[in-house]
Nanobody
Framework: QVQLVESGGGSVQAGASLRLACIVS????????VGWFRQAPGKGREGVAM????????FYADSMEGRFTISQDKDKNTVYLQMNILAPEDTAMYYC?????????????????WGQGTQVTVSS
């Protein structure tokens, strides 16, 4: 059974940082693509960043690279999203998701397994 559990969200002021964590329970963690996505109210799900756990190779959405950093701790089967200089437009529900066969993509349709999400709210 595959399970993804996110944590680390919260309410912060603009300019603050947060680190989200996603514990990935899957039998093939070392060969899994894990992505972070977000969805703001009234908007579609947007890809943020992804990592291939086998090589730690990463891929970012153009608008996210620089402020956001994805990483992993293989010993803990955990993928992190470090978010810096947060702005009100970063307010959204953040989800982690996993897939095994679609490669480096941030298309949410290619992800088979999803967590329940963690809310990030940034006030000005």
């Amino acid at each position: 059974q595959v399970q993804l559990v996110e944590s680390g969200g919260g309410s912060v002021q603009a300019g603050a940082s947060l680190r989200l964590a996603c514990i990935v329970s899957i039998d093939t963690y070392s060969r899994t693509y894990v992505g972070w996505f977000r969805q703001a109210p009234g908007k579609g799900r947007e890809g943020v960043a992804m990592i291939y756990t086998g090589s730690s190779g990463t891929f970012y959405a153009d608008s996210m690279e620089g402020r956001f950093t994805i990483s992993q701790d293989k010993d803990k089967n955990t993928v992190y999203l470090q978010m810096n200089i947060l702005a009100p437009e970063d307010t959204a529900m953040y989800y982690c998701a996993a897939q095994k066969g679609s490669g480096f993509t941030l298309n949410p349709d290619h992800y088979n397994y999803w967590g329940q999400g963690t809310q990030v709210t940034v006030s000005s």
